[in-house]
């Protein structure tokens, strides 16, 4: 099979998708789409490409299965804009080659992200890593973004004054806070990426991250528009059952009604979100 061109592919490559009050996502190159998975998967018994219905049943099969080796025959490179959280959130990720800029060789730039008010809420009473779903009112939110411009400003100013003096560019650095924007190129396989997809799509990620990874999930679809609707079908809208969660469901389906047999706790909480959800949990 010759190199694979994919059309929508072709058409967003290089174009800047916004992410952020400054981010950015920009696919850079690509490596396969839908055929190159449907060719790595027959390439053992040697068939041609058959219909699209067919091929889009493999695919299925494939995702639907677990048989990931020919998902990773589709890479992905990426240029991303991000904030230093985001990317440190990012980078626990260990499945992808990263190239990103170096604050020891280069100037960095005044660029730090503030959250959208409507982002920006107290911590949340049920989730110890998150926050709230209820934002602050405008004026507290106005007041945080205030603080947190008033705090960029003043370490900017002295990492500018610390390079004016010539002190080294890796020393400057170190007060920079974490809202600063970094840049790197990303590249990763398919199947790689669906994990991150699926991790960093769930709602107990940073809303920050997920905005980037709808990004990316987006661009990936315009290479591999049936691999990723197979993984939105099978993955991202379907639930994983533990052996004691099965066991809830033949319960119920089967109209048992042994109390000692049921969950309980927050066992059966977290069994309840799933079935409510319809959503990786």
Sequence with gaps: MAHCVVEEAEAALDREFPVLDRGFVRLVDYLGGDERVV??????????????????GLIDYLMRNRHTSPFEQVVLTFHIKLPLFVARQWVRHR???????????????DEFYIPAPEHIA???ADNKQGRSEEPLDS?????????????????YAAYSSFIERGIARELARINLPLSLYTEWYWQI??????????????AHAQKEIRLYAETLLALARKAAPRCCDSFDR????????????????RRRLTGSS??????TGKALERFEEKLKSGRQV
Excluded at 40 to 50: D, I, L, N
Excluded at 95 to 109: D, F, P, W
Excluded at 189 to 202: A, G, I, K, V, Y
């Design 95 to 109: 499945t992808a080659r990263i190239n990103e800029i170096s604050g020891r060789y280069s100037v960095l730039k």
């Design 258 to 263: 042994a109390p000692e047999q049921g969950l």
């Design 234 to 249: 099978h993955i991202l809208g379907g639930v994983t059952f533990s052996r004691d969660e099965a066991a809830e469901l």
């Design 189 to 202: 396989d398919l199947h790689n990426l669906f994990h991150f997809l699926s991790l960093r799509l769930d």
């Design 139 to 155: 004026v507290q939110a106005g007041q945080v973004r205030d603080a947190l411009a008033s705090g960029q400003r003043d370490a």
């Design 122 to 124: 107290l911590q949340s």
């Design 39 to 56: 060719q790595a998967a027959r390439v053992s018994y040697g068939a041609e490409t058959k219909s699209y219905r067919e091929d889009a």
